[in-house]
């Protein structure tokens, strides 16, 4: 099982530019999470997906916007990149039912503004 | 807004000695805290806890939860170099279906 891919890796953009982080998922979970890691300030929740076809806010959505394209694969666009966006990106899926469940990340892909 | 402290921020200690990491919560409508080792990238998981007073072991690596003083703690006995990682401590609270991480601590196990 492949769990969580996300791509691209590695990324560098000029202010301005636009991109899409991509993220499937494998394992028939119902949630889909988005987070940034940043230095001292730990994983933040940017947008979730409770299930397929529902998203919602997390903590730092501001300048970030998410598709969930069908169960497997959620997506995040950033339309006009920051230097504040300058993080490491970590999208995770669980199956989100009544019982809690450990969360399983992707590799991340590191983003650089400029 | 829910609230994970973790401590220390960082740890320096030999190969063969026993930590103890803490974890300290705020959430409402708790359902389970969540103990995640990360390395050079992704978080991979170590134990979810949803009761208190049960101790989940793997290993070298154990922790227990207190819900009553909303605290957890995880135990490495006898570590490794290879144990040299953040350790990351998450509330998951219930109708949200989401997790509040904390910062981490940075654990340095030297020979």
């Known amino acids: 099982n492949a769990g969580v891919t996300q791509t691209p890796k590695f990324q560098v953009l000029k202010t301005g530019q636009s991109m899409t982080l991509q993220c499937a998922q494998d394992?028939?979970?119902?949630?889909m999470y988005w987070y940034r890691q940043d230095p001292g300030m730990g994983l933040r929740l940017i947008y979730y997906?409770?299930?397929?076809?529902?998203?919602d806010k997390g903590e730092v959505p501001n300048g970030y916007n998410v598709s969930r394209l069908n169960k497997r694969e959620f997506s995040l666009r950033l339309e006009s990149a920051a230097p504040s966006q300058t993080s490491v990106y970590f999208c995770?899926?669980?199956?989100?039912?009544?019982?809690?469940?450990?969360?399983?990340f992707g590799s991340g892909t590191r983003l650089t503004v400029v | 807004e829910d609230k994970v402290v973790q401590s220390p921020l960082s740890l320096v200690v030999h190969e063969g000695d026993t930590v103890t990491l803490n974890c300290s919560y705020e959430?409402?409508?708790?359902?389970?805290l969540l103990w995640y080792k990360q390395e050079k990238k992704a978080p991979t998981f170590l134990f979810m806890l949803?009761?208190?007073?049960i101790e989940k072991k793997s290993g070298r690596l154990s922790s227990i939860l207190d819900k009553k003083e909303l605290f957890s703690i995880l135990n490495i006995t006898a570590t490794q170099t290879g144990d040299s990682a953040i350790y990351l401590c998450?509330?998951?609270?219930?109708?949200?279906?989401?997790?509040?991480f904390g910062t981490g601590t940075k654990l340095q196990v030297i020979p």
């Open positions: 959430v409402t409508n708790f359902r389970s």
């Open positions: 998450a509330v998951e609270g219930r109708g949200y279906q989401k997790v509040t």
């Open positions: 949803t009761s208190s007073g």
């Open positions: 394992m028939n979970h119902n949630s």
């Open positions: 997906s409770a299930s397929e076809g529902t998203t």
């Open positions: 995770a899926s669980t199956t989100g039912g009544q019982e809690g469940y450990g969360y399983t």
